[in-house]
């Protein structure tokens, strides 16, 4: 994304490429853009909102715990916030994209610290937080240290202590 005046705008070649991998003629492009701008004026969505977007679209979850998780999804650049490209290059990725690169999204969730490979602990606070969020307090349930450890052993293939995005895409 661009700026002129110092207002968000689209790019023709953000057009272009979104053009080409979400299906949607230019036309939509710049319509969902105007759509997103009306919503977040300044170009940019923070967490807040994207919670606020998130209980929204999930109104029968607890997505409190998982809403920082998914976040880094959508936050490639890592700069705390998402804009109108970095959504839709994730949204249209998970409705239309191939598995694998839906595999390589869903792996930037269990990367918490975003270095490239997923670490037991990082396996298990997921754990632990979707649990929150599916609110399953079921006794007939494993625990949740024996899913997380019963799960990474299976994606760590080469027992180095990372899921690394081959072995997690492998295992999935």
Do not use: W
Request: hydrophobic fraction near 35%.
């Amino acid at each position: 994304m661009g700026s002129k005046n110092g207002k968000p705008m689209l790019r023709e070649e953000d057009i272009t490429q979104l053009a080409q991998t979400s299906g949607l003629d230019r036309k939509q492009v710049e319509e969902h853009f105007n759509g997103f701008m009306a919503e977040h004026p300044n170009g940019k969505m923070n967490k807040k909102e994207f919670a606020k977007m998130l209980s929204k679209a999930l109104p029968k979850q607890d997505v409190s715990k998982m809403e920082k998780h998914v976040f880094r999804v959508y936050d490639t650049n890592l700069d705390g916030f998402i804009d109108f490209v970095e959504f839709m290059v994730v949204y249209y990725v998970m409705a239309d994209g191939s598995p694998e690169e839906v595999l390589l999204k869903i792996f930037r969730i269990f990367d918490m610290n975003s270095d490239g490979v997923v670490s037991k602990k990082e396996l298990t606070r997921l754990v632990k937080d979707m649990y929150g969020m599916i609110k399953s307090e079921s006794p007939e349930m494993e625990s949740k240290e024996i899913v997380a450890k019963s799960a990474f052993a299976e994606m760590d293939k080469d027992t180095d202590g990372k899921i690394t995005t081959e072995e997690f895409i492998s295992a999935c």
